[in-house]
């Protein structure tokens, strides 16, 4: 199926790899344009067959190894271009070159998509079919390593992107760490400086009424306009309220209220370990049941003070659900209550050496803390 060289026609340019043979395939309708290409192809390596139609070409192809195909873009049985594209499935490593009478871009492009390596123009230039036929023949012998080395590369490339997203799922790790850890370091430091503040501020009170006051009034400070009361112990086992701040109700109404506060709310708040956070009517009406008339529509923060487990007042903040308590106001009620129990501790504490040093008898001061009550303020605000 190889045409013999013959020694007596143009040469072919000889700088092909002289340990291969070649094998050429011309497929043209013109019998003048597949007979200069033999003559100008053929030579030492170099083993060139020319076919008229595109059913030849099919037949050779799969019937003998070929390197490469010069092939007419219009056959009287077919499309050269679409003839190409099936070659880059079929045979990858044949290569393709485009012959055309229509020298124009789109045919260029047209080549180029079907997969050519090149396409050549009528009439065909001998030195310039020479020169494009070494040309192509040479990229078969590197098909086979490029193709390695694109697959290495698709295989690396598909490791780096593992590899990525991997990384990248590890860095929004440790980002949302980073992040979390700052908002507890940020929220410690909030939380040390508050307890720091309020204990210097307490730290030679020794007055119970005092202590209340300017607990309170840190309070407001920090918290905002909002209802605040702290109940104490009574020495019936209840609660009563040594001191309040009165922002949204009035005073006659406020009296009823924080009565009815000291004998449901308070006990209740008493056996809460933790800070307690009612948001809505359902919150407070599955905490209180039908004791949750009386904080209907109110927000609710409130908690124990505690020094070694035992409870020595409580403190309830209330105001409308149209102004909602937040995040730090939780914060501060969880900073604010323990400095406030231990402190209580302390007061009680000192003075019940003062009774025994003195010889006095006990008063109520340190079961009993009704007697602040009589202490109201006239505008119903500020009482201790």
């Known amino acids: ?25 011309a497929v043209d309708p013109q019998a003048d344009v597949r007979d200069l290409i033999t003559r100008t192809l053929s030579g030492e390596h170099l083993y060139v067959h020319a076919v008229a139609t595109l059913n030849e070409a099919k037949a050779f ?22 003839y190409a594209a099936e070659l880059q499935s079929s045979h990858p490593h044949l290569q393709a070159i485009l012959i055309t009478a229509d020298a124009t871009t789109h045919m260029a492009v047209g080549a180029m998509r079907a997969g050519a390596v090149d396409f050549l123009t009528k009439p065909l230039d001998v030195d310039e079919l020479q020169d494009r036929v070494i040309t192509a023949l040479h990229a078969p012998r590197r098909d086979p390593q490029r193709d390695k080395q694109v697959e290495k590369l698709k295989h690396l490339c598909r490791k780096l992107n593992r ?12 980002c949302n760490d980073l992040v979390t850890a700052y ?16 204990r210097a501020m307490l ?21 905002g306009p909002t209802n605040v009361v702290v109940f104490l112990p009574s020495h019936e086992g209840g609660y009563t309220v040594g001191g309040y701040v009165n922002y949204s109700c009035d005073k006659e109404s406020s009296q009823v209220l924080l009565q009815h506060l000291a004998e449901t709310v308070a006990p209740r708040i008493a056996q809460e370990p933790q800070v307690l956070w009612l948001t809505d009517n359902s919150m407070t ?8 008339s009386w904080l209907t529509n109110a927000q609710v923060l ?23 308590f937040e995040d730090r106001h939780f ?13 209580l501790s302390k007061v009680i504490s000192i003075h019940h050496r003062r009774n025994e040093l003195f010889g006095e008898e006990e008063d109520d001061y340190g079961t009993d803390y009704d007697w602040m009550n009589d202490d109201e303020d006239e505008d119903g605000g500020l009482a201790a």
């Open 1 to 25: 199926m190889r045409s013999t060289p013959k020694q007596d026609e143009l040469p072919a340019k000889t700088d092909v790899d002289p340990t291969e043979d070649y094998s050429i395939l």
């Open 61 to 82: 192809i799969d019937a003998h190894p070929t390197d490469l195909i010069l092939l007419e873009a219009a056959l009287p049985d077919g499309d050269g271009l679409d």
């Open 163 to 174: 590899s990525r997203h991997d990384i990248t799922q590890q860095v929004d790790i440790l």
């Open 183 to 198: 908002q507890e370091l940020a929220s410690q430091m909030h939380h040390v400086e508050t307890t720091t503040e309020l």
């Open 203 to 223: 730290q030679n009170e020794l007055d119970l009424e005092q202590l209340l006051r300017r607990t309170m009034e840190y309070m407001l400070d920090k918290a």
């Open 285 to 292: 009406e599955a905490w209180l049941g039908d004791d949750a």
């Open 302 to 324: 409130a908690s124990g003070c505690r020094d070694e487990d035992e409870t020595l007042a409580t403190v309830l903040m209330f105001r409308d659900s149209d102004e909602p």
């Open 331 to 343: 914060d501060l009620l969880e900073a604010i209550c323990p400095v406030i129990g231990t402190h």
